[in-house]
């Protein structure tokens, strides 16, 4: 019988012990990594398409080939090219006079050892892979945990990474929840989850036990706001776009819209417009649009609809040949907004993490900040106007993970900006520099001037020693 436990302590001392081995590996070592890591998916691009299908029941290859493949190797070959200056050690002011006198400061950057990465369904490949180029490009090696609920994606993924990279550089497992039970409580020198709030509690509880660091991207209810000046027509176009983007199951997507009633008739116009347009064709047969992943998530999304209906909310599903889902071979779910929602809704509780688009009426920009702020502070924050005080207004009074003005989720596709949530929505960051930095121990170094200049502060304290701390205890 296959114990996981020993199996994974085996691993993880075999790596830490290759880090030590190896110490400081070079630039060179580093870029072959990555460029590894490249080959893994440029060379199973095709077979990652239909993995994904697989398990997803139907998935878009050309999202899989944009969100998953492309986004990951662009995050990678920016990494490679990046690391050079990027491990070049940051050079520190010091306290006068020690500057002048001989005495240098810096931070150098080491790589922190053997980091776990435990991914999730939604883009399984692109959310391990991208901090995966953080990871490399910083000089450590990784074990990874990719999700139970893609399976076939999961078993590629360990097959296709064996098959580049020794077991000591980066290694894959697979299993179901109590793998990554296991897996989480090993005693990393970092850990990245990626996954829903209520399991990232579970896995900070695991990693405290070994204080383990942590980057956690975690979910919650990301809102747009549409302002009193927002273009109706451009809100409900980007607005939609997140929300069909993977069906809705993207940690970023457009969880809810705030506007005024009275914007309720052209928005409701303008969402339909936009998904006929992205969708001509219809939904049900059409290879754009990706399925609900799996029975129990779909009938969650149906159950949502249903309380919110028996609640008092509107239903209009955005279905722009009015097709019948009640009979299908997949899991796919229409576009539907939900509107005139109240928090009583179970819709307004949890993150959706589908198709489903709730609206809740506000008097103007100021009461929807205020109705962010009542709430936990969210992944992701949308905001649509064309008022630069209504803009500040907004930005300058909620505190979210990241935001995109004037559209939505395109913040994430930002190599030079770093992802990453805030209270419960996660802790740290990755993506290009900011990644290198997550992964790599910043270790401050001190060099003494060769002149034994500062012998006043040591005992016997005399007269010098009292005018220099006199000097520091001015205010």
């Known amino acids: 019988m296959r114990d996981v436990s020993v199996e994974l302590a085996t691993v993880l001392e075999?790596?830490?012990?290759?880090?030590?081995?190896e110490g400081l590996p070079s630039l060179e070592v580093r870029a072959d990594r990555i460029s590894r890591a490249i080959d893994v998916l440029l060379s199973n691009q095709t077979a990652f398409q239909?993995?994904?299908?697989?398990?997803?029941?139907?998935r878009s290859r050309d999202l899989t080939d944009f969100a998953d493949v492309a986004a990951s190797v662009k995050e990678l070959r920016h990494s490679r090219k990046h690391m050079k200056s990027w491990s070049r050690p940051s050079r520190r002011s010091l306290e006068f006079p020690l500057g002048l006198i001989g005495a240098s400061g810096k931070v150098q950057f080491q790589p922190k050892g053997v980091v776990g990465?435990?991914?999730?369904w939604n883009f399984p490949i692109n959310l391990t892979f991208a901090p995966l180029a953080g990871v490399l490009a910083a000089g450590n090696r990784a074990m990874i945990k990719p999700s139970e609920f893609t399976p076939a994606t999961s078993e590629l993924m360990a097959k296709t990474i064996a098959e580049q990279f020794d077991e000591d550089e980066i290694y894959v497992i697979t299993g179901e929840a109590d793998v990554a039970a296991a897996f989480s409580s090993l005693?990393?020198?970092?850990?990245?989850?990626?996954?829903?709030?209520?399991?990232?509690?579970h896995v900070m509880r695991a990693a405290a036990a070994n204080l383990v660091p942590l980057t956690l991207e975690l979910g919650g209810k990301s809102p747009v706001i549409v302002g009193d000046s927002a273009d109706i027509t451009k809100a409900a176009t980007g607005i939609m776009h997140g929300k069909t983007f993977n069906a809705g199951q993207v940690c970023i997507s457009p969880d809810y819209v705030l506007l005024k009633e009275e914007q309720k008739g052209s928005f409701v116009e303008a969402a339909q417009a936009a998904v006929t347009k992205m969708f001509p064709e219809g939904l049900k047969d059409n290879d754009d649009y990706t399925s609900v992943l799996g029975q129990r998530h779909f009938d969650r999304m149906r159950n949502h609809v249903e309380d919110a209906r028996t609640k008092g909310a509107e239903i209009i599903e955005l279905n722009p040949k009015n097709e019948d889902f009640s009979q299908q071979q997949h899991h796919k779910l229409p576009p539907t907004l939900v509107m005139g929602v109240n928090d009583d809704m179970t819709i307004m509780q949890e993150e959706i993490f589908g198709p489903l688009l709730p609206v809740r009426y506000t008097s103007g920009t100021e009461d929807a900040v205020g109705y962010v702020n009542a709430n936990p502070r969210p992944l992701a924050l949308y905001f649509f106007g064309s008022s630069s005080q209504e803009e500040s207004y907004v930005m300058d009074n909620t505190i979210s993970g990241g935001v995109t003005l004037g559209d939505t989720i395109m913040h994430i596709a930002q190599e030079n900006l770093p992802f990453g949530g805030v209270g419960p929505s996660g802790m740290g960051h990755y993506h290009g520099k900011d990644g290198f930095l997550e992964f790599s121990h910043h270790k401050a170094i001190y060099k003494q001037t060769s002149f034994d200049m500062l012998k006043f502060l040591r005992p016997p304290y005399g007269g010098m020693f009292r005018k220099f701390v006199k000097h520091n205890l001015k205010s």
């Open 50 to 58: 239909d993995a994904l299908i697989s398990d997803f029941g139907h």
């Open 14 to 21: 075999k790596q830490k012990a290759a880090q030590r081995k």
């Open 187 to 201: 005693p990393f020198d970092h850990l990245v989850f990626t996954g829903s709030t209520a399991v990232g509690r």
């Open 117 to 120: 990465i435990m991914s999730p």
